[in-house]
């Protein structure tokens, strides 16, 4: 919006007052004159140079008109005969001044960074062509209206500022310049708009033009807006007069070029705005120019009074085709136009073109871009609509896609990498590419325009301008504002190609070198002093030499003075007087060498230039008297026993070849192709560091600081030699050749890819780091692919040979060679079983891949096509496995086999699928959607894409000019909604959702055609491989589908609505087949966002969540699936099985004998298609309880202290048993809330956190029922090694006291339900003795007992009668009916058999709605409901696609929960009306309200009567708070999913961390002990934890150390919460982790026995200890001394202690590189393990309270503790144990130790007075046990559970 002094409009003339020529300016013949048109005065500006005649607004460069009207109005009429310019200067929000300029000088659109040109180009009907932009005599008066605006979004992606300066150049007439937010109608006064109501804003009188009575305003003047409402892409400017020719300007669209012609038969790329003119009646024929005219006013016609824009023209058109010069296929070739094309404007993130159907690629001027397909023929239905074929909608976000990392280094050179002034990050490019990569944080910024590669860069002294070159001739050189990323100028080089740059130290000057078009070398020089302040390089200088130039470099201390070198000289250079002159260096003796670098001396005082040669020589040149003061050579010295260099001197003989060398003030950098980096002081005297590298030594760099070299490798690889710590790290690695396929990882963020350059890599995506390398240098690797779940990877050969990696072994697992010809393809199958390759001969092989050494099952000849194209999309396997897919035999078929038989399926011909097209169209790659559906994506030979159903083979639907040539990979998000295009050096994302206007958006960024496009393992991200390996983020949100819809298949519209581009040829189908209809009607509106495992963290008050590394979420997050429709009928009745009587007394008869038959373990009716569909991913809500993690069991006798005097007291309990059922219990009107965790009751106060714990459960907990009255509680448990039956425990609510105990037969119980009076307790058991017992809540007797023949999954009594309840199981749902008489209890039992119809095997769930009805779910995912009168199923509906474990109804609502996680919330209020209906029963009426994805299979739930809210149990240890009203899940208990391994505490004892086997660090807030950070780490388990000391910094530089069973070691930032460092010291899994006591070094041991020293800084490994190899190390422990204590240097002491029963005790130094071993303990190993198979660890720790104590447990054959003098070298004091410790630790604040052992026992032994006491908490080992540093808490963890205790006494 404009400021308010510039509303509603602004007279720009009369606001700078022009006439007073102060704030403005004139340049020439400008003069005032009198038109008669207007009959006013307006300005004159004439000559035959525009350029110096011309009016300036405002008068100097300095100033800006800071106007912000989006619109500028123009009222001027050009002079013929001759051209006209118009220069506008504009701001941009982000402070980029872009010139816009219109001209009939213009030929063509061009566009760079800073410069759009737009041509106004106007025809007389003079046949010069050199006249075709001239004015006809008698040009008319134009409004030229300009939505600045629209014209920077849609050309250069930049949002409009403001207006900074108007320069108007000869020759025209201008009467004067308005701004204005308004968009006016100039044709229209106010009066007729009012009289009309014409919804339009007239001109305001002022701004008017005069029109005579009787006349029409378009009669005599123009009007053009620009761009117009319809076309924002457009890029054209014009005129015009009258009626157009009939084979004219009748519908000229494209995007993406810029001028339009009716006389010029070229294809166009943007859509075009021309004048308004009467309609168009006649069908035409099309075509596309670059130009537009301006026609004679004699041929002038009459348009109406208010006129349309051409869109809305209603117009019709038979066919669109474009002229062809390249034969008679209709293929048009580009323009010469477009061979100066655009230069998109890129930002520092991304280059994006928002493209529609037509899109191209913007260029720079040096590129030549492909031409476009001809166009499908339009229907005439919508012509007549006026539907345009070119204009499709893009799709939002807009940009979608955002570079987020580059992997590759070089490209066209090795040479070219610099340091930023600060030392902390590096440039270099990457192919066409410019990268900044901060060298601690390794984050990228990224530098993007060039489209080609990047062949010399430089960087001035104050680090302002970065200048680029590209390579290609004619080379085009880029400026750019280094902080913001922009680039500030784009121009031509007179030289052909650019070789080196060098900037002055001020930036002020920049010199580069090169060859021109005959292979001169060439020097030009440049002034840039103007770049930063908005003006251009301004050429000063060019001279051409015949010295042979390799490095060309301006002297700091005098930009007026350079250096070169090269064959045969050093020559010196000058710029003086505008001029270069050269004097040759006298070098004497050198004259002949060839030298390769210089550097000038750092030292301002010095004169002194070093010159390096490939002879190995090094001179230092007198760069003031040109005369050389010493020459010195690098000489290679031989050992006698080999050819390596041992050492490096200057002296004579046969040298190294030096490539490279740096200066700093006391060091010099050499590199040479020995691959050394050598750093020698500038003396020479000795070399102080060296580095090896893998390849020769391209360029060295020393930091501005001098504290860091730079290297760079002929091999791609970039690194830097720290020079105080002498260590290296390697910042980037790089394919040296084209990348040609890529896989992923599923569920890792791992990318293999193979190269032309012989390698197969695998990176690492979240570090962009290289992991392993393969090298064949016989054949070259062609295909990869990963195995969905080993860790292997396979690879296929250009000699026929596929071969099986190891990444843990890295090694050949096993090599075949059962193809002839190259491998052309290779896919995996999804489940892991298969392995498919085939080649270029046409076999295809299948081999069996489940195992580690896969085996070769089939090979299949003349299968494959044998001429496809190179893709690596030519073998591709469904998502379900089931399907392959590939071309073949011929290139025109494409075939779909059986994954496990290899039987032909389908074979489509493609080239039989467009009838209409006169040449054969053959298949290029496939690419399967996914399923449901159930569709193969082909690209074809004819730029199209066409969707095939893989059933029938039918085309679904058609995506025609996807590329201007053929597209050979292609990929579809997993979800359904992103497809992803490639082709040539663009990628293209579609939004394949969109049925209709299907858009896309365009992406360059590559110099060379990208070969491979896919979507990152979690879908966040996509790759593209070619000249290197990008990595794009995603940014569209994680949207949910409408309801109803399925991923990735989008249902067909009506015909009418078809999009272009595209068919849709598939109806909806709706069968009839009697069967229940599977899907329910769900709402229109839009279902709560999906929730991953930790989505509760950032609202719920919990805290925050960061993710790092591979980490993600921990579980995957699945979203709802579409379901299948269909309709039909409801009838489910079957005939009832016979009704017997059961007595049933105390003894439990068996039903078997009463009841028919059923087969166990069969389901009654599943087809085969959907039995093999069935999930098997997630875990059985059916499945008995298993106490999870089970060790060992409870030991015997445990003396518990009485609860005066009890040391410890149980404070918090985190953690919640996950693989309970039905284990949480709540009940709103009373707060009362209780759920399971061990063997524990926890009780908990949602208000206020505090939690009481009911202990008494000799086993873990597995359900748990409440009374309806609330005042009774009970909880079952297992078996134990003391009794062979479950335990029931029935506690008083109100006191926490157990009331009763009672014994179960079963050895667990899986169910428990009260009756709605209260007065019985039904239990349900489970494994092979399978018992429903019947007990009284008065006496607590067993009423009734029966052993059911199979299992039973479920039971609930009917609150509707007391005395009737009923189960689910297998097969069948039996209905009960209680009656007592007396003593005796008698059991009516009736058994319904599940109906075929409803295809579910078994029942799982169940729950009582309104009266009669009884709603059960199934391990299918269908929910039926039965009529418990009537005894049968009348409905049934899918509501879900995996089995439901939990159901829940009150009133008219339902909520299942199912084992995909997904708790969806149903109406069902319409089930009596339908249970009414009987066999007419529809589910139209049951609608699913709501939905909510939580982190795992869904295990118990409990809700409000209402159901608008409840809390609901995950598998994943979690509960959470559900509020349907809201649509949020929200955490209550969080705990780990797996084993905790360890608990490390902040120093302030405000924090802790937790590590665990399911790979994530938690950080927990010690006061409330709620969740406060989680850092996730998939598919690993961090096995080991450490927290940064007080002394390595301030509280907010906290850091944790974890280790992973993969061998790596990662620190994450507290504060900043994110990684901050990966190394892999190990490559075994580490088992032990510490901080040095200063916190900068780490202190690693692993399960082989080696201790790794690192240092934190720079993550490099410092060195390995082996004395301890052959046994896991346990225990690492590191404390500080005092230097020189127990008689050794260094001031850390420090521990290892490993399984072998050996303690080694080290002192140390690490600053000064000191460790020195100070003693070592070894004892004999327990000769009886207390817990077979889970040996005993050995434990050692420093005493907290005696620092020259140690203690240690799990030591020799005794179970006991011993006490351990460092000074005395003895024991001194031995503790007696009940059993072996694996557990230990001890109190820094009182004399207090913790012993955990397996018997489920905790001690804590008093070692002043040796007074000890056991407690019982646990359900399982106690594994871990660690005191707090005060001393105030203890934390203990057995399995996933952790116990918090309050010690008291301290």
């Known amino acids: 919006m404009a400021r308010a002094w510039q509303h509603p409009f602004l007279s720009v003339f009369r606001h700078f007052k022009v006439d007073e020529w102060k704030r403005s300016a004139k340049e020439g013949d400008v003069a005032t004159v009198m038109d008669k048109t207007l009959k006013c005065t307006v300005y004159r500006v004439r000559g035959s140079v525009s350029a110096s005649n011309y009016i300036q607004l405002p008068r100097t460069g300095t100033q800006s008109l800071g106007l912000t009207g989006r619109y500028l109005y123009v009222l001027f009429r050009p002079l013929p005969p001759r051209h006209f310019v118009i220069h506008l200067d504009v701001f941009t929000e982000d402070s980029q001044v872009i010139r816009v300029s219109f001209s009939s000088l213009f030929k063509e659109f061009k566009s760079t960074a800073t410069w759009l040109q737009f041509p ?239 899109a191209v690629v913007p260029v720079a001027p040096e590129d030549v871009a492909p031409h476009e397909p001809p166009c499908r023929e339009q229907s005439g239905q919508q012509a007549a609509l006026g539907k345009n074929r070119f204009q499709q909608r893009s799709f939002l976000p807009d940009p979608i896609l955002r570079l987020k990392g580059v992997i590759g280094f070089g490209g066209h050179s ?112 440049w002034d840039t002093a103007q770049v930063g302040r908005g003006g251009e390089a301004v050429l000063l200088t060019k001279v051409h030499t015949d010295a042979d130039i390799q490095a060309f470099k301006v002297a700091f201390f005098d930009e007026t003075r350079m250096a070169s070198c090269g064959r045969g000289g050093v020559r010196l250079w000058r710029l003086r007087r505008g001029g270069l002159r050269s004097c040759a260096v006298d070098l004497g003796e050198h004259h002949a060498l060839e030298f390769t670098d210089l550097a000038f001396g750092q030292d301002l005082d010095s004169c002194t230039l070093y010159v390096c040669g490939r002879s190995g020589h090094i001179l230092e040149i007198d760069h003031q008297h040109m005369a050389v003061r010493r020459a010195r050579r690098l000489l290679p010295t031989q050992t006698p026993s080999g050819p390596l260099p041992k050492r490096q001197t200057f002296s004579s003989g046969p040298g190294i070849a030096i490539s490279s060398l740096s200066v700093s003030q006391v060091t010099c950098a050499v590199g040479s192709e020995d691959g050394y980096l050598r750093l020698w002081p500038l003396d020479f005297s000795s070399v102080l560091l060296e580095a090896e590298h893998e390849g020769p030594i391209s360029s060295v ?104 990696f190891s990444l843990e072994a890295t090694e050949v697992l096993v090599e075949h060679r059962c193809h002839r010809g190259a491998v052309t393809g290779l896919a995996t199958s999804p489940d892991g079983s298969f392995l498919f390759s085939s080649c270029s001969r046409g076999s295809l092989a299948q081999y069996d891949c489940a195992a580690t050494q896969c085996r070769v099952l089939r090979v299949a000849a003349n299968v494959v096509c044998q001429d496809a194209h190179m893709s690596p999309n030519a073998l591709v396997v469904s998502g379900d496995s089931r399907l392959l897919a590939f071309v073949g035999p011929s290139k025109y078929t494409v075939t779909i086999m059986d994954t496990a038989s290899l039987d032909e399926l389908l074979r489509v011909d493609i080239s039989a699928l467009d009838g209409t097209s006169s040449r054969l169209d053959s298949a290029v790659a496939v690419c399967f959607g996914p399923a449901p559906p159930g569709h193969l994506l082909v690209s074809t030979s004819s ?48 939004d394949y959702l969109m049925q209709a206007n299907l858009g896309c958006q365009v992406y360059i960024g590559h110099s060379e055609p990208v070969q491979a496009v896919a979507f990152s393992p979690n879908q966040q ?14 940014l569209a949100p994680n949207e949910r589908l409408p309801p109803g819809s399925v991923r990735g298949s989008p249902g067909a519209p009506p015909a009418c609505e078809a999009g272009p581009g595209m068919r849709q040829l598939e109806d909806t189908v709706s069968g009839a087949d009697g069967l229940p209809r599977w899907q329910v009607p769900v709402p229109s509106q839009a279902s709560p966002p999906r929730l991953g495992p930790c989505a509760g963290l950032p609202e719920g008050g919990d805290g925050a969540f960061s993710v790092s590394d591979d980490e993600g979420p921990s579980e995957e997050s699945h979203g709802p699936k579409g379901l299948r429709q269909a309709s039909g009928s409801a009838l489910l009745v079957k005939e009832a099985d016979r009704v017997v009587d059961a007595a049933c007394g105390a003894a439990g008869d068996s039903w078997g004998l009463s009841m028919p038959p059923h087969p166990c373990g069969q389901p009654s ?23 999870q993690g089970k060790a060992s069991s409870l030991a015997k006798s445990v003396s518990s202290p009485p609860a005066s005097s009890e040391r410890l007291h149980l404070k918090a309990v985190v953690g919640y048993s996950g693989n309970g059922r039905a284990n949480v219990v709540w009940r709103p009107d009373t707060g009362f809330f209780a759920y399971t965790c061990g063997r524990l009751v926890v009780v908990e106060d949602l208000h206020s956190g505090a939690q009481q714990h009911w202990l008494g459960h000799p086993e873990e907990i597995s359900t748990l029922a409440l009374s309806h009255d609330a005042q009774v509680l009970a909880s079952a448990s297992g078996h134990s090694s003391t009794a062979s039956c479950g335990q029931i425990r029935l506690w008083e609510v109100p006191g926490g006291s157990c009331r009763q105990l009672i014994s179960h037969r079963d050895p667990t119980v899986r169910a428990l339900a009260f009756s709605p009076d209260d007065r019985l307790l039904i239990t349900l058991g489970y494994d092979g003795d399978c018992t429903l017992a019947l007990w009284s809540m008065s006496t607590y007797e067993l009423l009734s007992s029966t052993r059911l023949p199979e299992p039973v999954h479920g039971v609930a009594f009917n609150p509707w009668h007391a005395g009737e309840l009923a189960c689910v199981g297998q097969g069948a749902i039996t209905l009960w009916l209680l009656q007592q008489r007396g003593a005796d209890v008698s059991l009516q039992v009736h058994r319904e058999r599940i109906p075929e119809e409803v295809r579910a095997g078994k029942l799982t769930s169940l729950c009582y709605g309104a ?192 280790g992973y069973s993969d061998g790596t070691l990662r620190v994450f930032s507290i504060s900043r919460t994110a990684m901050e460092l990966k190394m892999r010291p190990h490559l075994a899994a580490l088992t032990a982790i510490a901080f040095s006591a200063d916190g900068q070094t780490i202190l690693s041991g692993d399960k082989d026995g080696l201790v790794a020293v690192s240092r934190l800084c720079t993550g490099m490994t410092l060195r390995v200890l082996s004395d301890q190899r052959g046994a896991p190390i346990s225990t690492i422990q590191s404390t500080s001394k005092e230097d020189g204590d127990f008689g050794v240097e260094g001031t850390d002491l420090w521990l290892a202690a490993s399984g072998d029963q050996r303690v080694s005790i080290w002192a140390s130094d690490w600053p000064q590189g000191h460790c020195e071993l100070m003693d070592w303990l070894s004892f004999p190993a327990p000769a009886l393990m207390e817990a077979p198979g889970c040996p005993v660890p050995s434990l050692a720790a420093f005493c907290p309270w005696d620092g020259a104590l140690l203690v240690c447990a799990g030591l020799g054959v005794h179970r006991e503790v011993i006490f351990y003098s460092l000074r005395h070298k003895q024991v001194v004091e031995k503790i007696p144990l009940p059993f072996f410790a694996v557990s230990l630790s001890l109190s820094p604040g009182a004399r207090l130790m913790a012993i955990g052992f397996a018997e489920c026992v905790l001690r804590l032994v008093d070692c002043t007075s040796g007074a000890v006491q056991d407690f019982a908490g646990h359900n399982d080992s106690v594994r871990l046990c660690r005191f707090t540093p005060a001393g105030r808490l203890l934390f203990t963890a057995a399995h996933r559970e952790i116990l918090v205790w309050e010690v008291t006494g301290c």
């Not at 959907?1170 to 499945?1183: F, G, K, M, V």
């Not at 240890?1517 to 797996?1538: D, P, V």
Request: glycine content about 6%.
């Open 1165 to 1187: 009716a599943q087809s085969p298609r959907r039995a093999r569909a069935q999930p098997a991913a997630h875990p059985d809500s059916c499945e008995p309880f298993m106490s």
């Open 1021 to 1034: 991200q996509l790759l593209s491989v070619g000249d290197a390996i990008f990595l794009w983020d995603i």
């Open 701 to 804: 760099c020393v930091s501005p600081d001098g504290l860091r070299v730079l290297s760079t490798t002929s091999s791609g690889h970039l690194g830097f030699l720290d020079v105080p710590s002498r260590e290296y790290s390697v910042l980037m690695r790089s394919h040296t050749a084209l990348v040609l396929a890529l896989a992923t990882k599923c569920r890792q963020e791992h990318l293999a890819t193979v190269s032309q350059d012989h390698t197969v890599r695998v990176w690492d995506l979240v570090t962009l780091q290289q992991l392993y390398d393969f090298t064949s240098p016989k054949e070259a690797p062609r295909a990869v692919a990963f195995h969905p779940t080993q860790p292997t990877f396979f690879c296929g050969f250009s000699g026929g040979a596929v071969c099986s």
């Open 414 to 525: 090795t040479r070219w990498a610099l340091w930023t002034k600060d030392g902390a990050a590096v440039v270099y490019p990457c192919h066409a590419v410019i990268v900044m990569l901060h060298v601690d944080t390794r984050q990228q910024r990224f530098f993007l325009g060039h489209t080609d590669k990047v062949s010399a860069l430089a960087l001035d002294g104050s680090n302002s301008l970065l200048a680029s070159a590209q390579a290609r001739a004619p080379s085009m050189l880029r400026l750019w504002d280094f902080q913001t990323g922009a680039c500030l100028s784009l121009f031509r080089s007179p030289v052909h190609v650019v070789c080196s740059l060098s900037f002055s130290d001020s930036g002020a000057l920049l010199c580069g070198t090169g060859k021109d078009r005959h292979g001169r070398t060439v020097v030009v020089a």
């Open 943 to 990: 730029n199209t894409v066409v969707v095939l159903d893989t059933t029938s083979g039918r085309m679904v639907r058609e995506l025609s000019g996807v590329h201007p040539t053929a597209c050979p990979s292609l990929a579809l998000s997993r979800d359904g909604r992103f497809l992803l295009t490639a082709a040539d050096r663009a990628i293209k994302v579609w």
């Open 120 to 358: 106004f180009i106007c025809e007389a009907g003079t046949p010069r062509k050199d006249a075709a932009g001239v004015p006809p005599t008698g040009a008319r008066w134009t409004c030229l209206q300009l939505d600045l605006h629209d014209l920077l979004l849609v050309y250069l992606n930049r949002r409009y500022g403001h207006l900074k300066s108007i320069r108007l150049c000869a020759s025209l007439l201008v009467r004067n310049l308005y701004t204005s937010d308004l968009c006016f109608d100039p044709a229209v006064t106010a009066p007729e708009a009012r009289r009309a109501k014409l919804p339009v804003t007239p001109m305001p009188r002022e701004m008017a033009f005069p029109v005579p009575k009787g006349q029409s305003w378009h009669d005599r003047y123009v009007h053009i807006r620009f761009p117009s409402d319809s076309s924002k892409g457009v890029s054209t400017l014009g005129q015009k007069n009258g009626s157009l020719p009939e084979a004219g300007l009748s519908a000229l669209c494209s995007t993406g070029s810029a001028a339009l012609s009716s006389t010029a038969a070229f294809l166009g790329h943007v859509p075009r705005l021309l004048p308004h003119s009467a309609p168009f009646n006649k069908p035409t024929q099309v075509s596309m120019s670059p130009e537009v005219q301006m026609h004679d006013p004699a041929a002038s016609c009459r348009v109406p009074s208010a006129p349309r824009p051409l869109p809305e023209i209603s117009m019709s058109c038979e066919r669109l085709e474009v002229s062809s010069v390249g034969g008679p296929s209709g293929r048009g070739q580009e323009p010469s136009a477009w061979a100066e094309a655009t230069d998109k404007c890129v930002n520092s993130t991304n280059v994006h073109v928002s493209a529609h159907e037509l």
């Open 1411 to 1602: 009266m009669p009805l009884l709603y059960c779910g199934s391990d299918t995912g269908q929910v039926c409901v039965w009529d418990t009168r009537a005894c049968r199923c009348f409905l049934a509906w899918e509501a879900d696609n995996s089995e439901i474990g939990v159901l829940l109804c009150s009133g008219v609502r339902l909520v299942s929960g199912s084992d995909s996680g997904r708790l969806r919330l149903w109406a069902v209020e319409a089930m009596l009306e339908l249970r009414r209906k009987g066999s007419g029963a529809r589910s139209s009426s049951v609608f699913m309200e709501r939905e909510l994805t939580l982190d795992g299979a869904i295990v118990s739930a409990v809700f409000h009567d209402s159901m608008d809210m409840g809390v609901a149990g995950s598998v994943a240890g979690t509960l959470w708070y559900i509020n349907w009203a809201e649509g949020t899940s929200t955490h209550l208990i969080s705990g780990h999913r797996s084993k905790v391994n360890e608990v490390a505490f902040s120093p302030s004892e405000s924090h802790c961390a937790t590590c665990s086997d399911d790979g994530s660090v938690r950080v927990w807030s010690l006061a409330s002990m709620e969740l406060v950070i989680q850092f996730q780490v998939l598919n690993q388990s961090c096995l080991c934890l450490a927290w940064s000391p007080p002394s390595c910094g301030r509280p907010e530089q906290q850091q944790v150390a974890a």
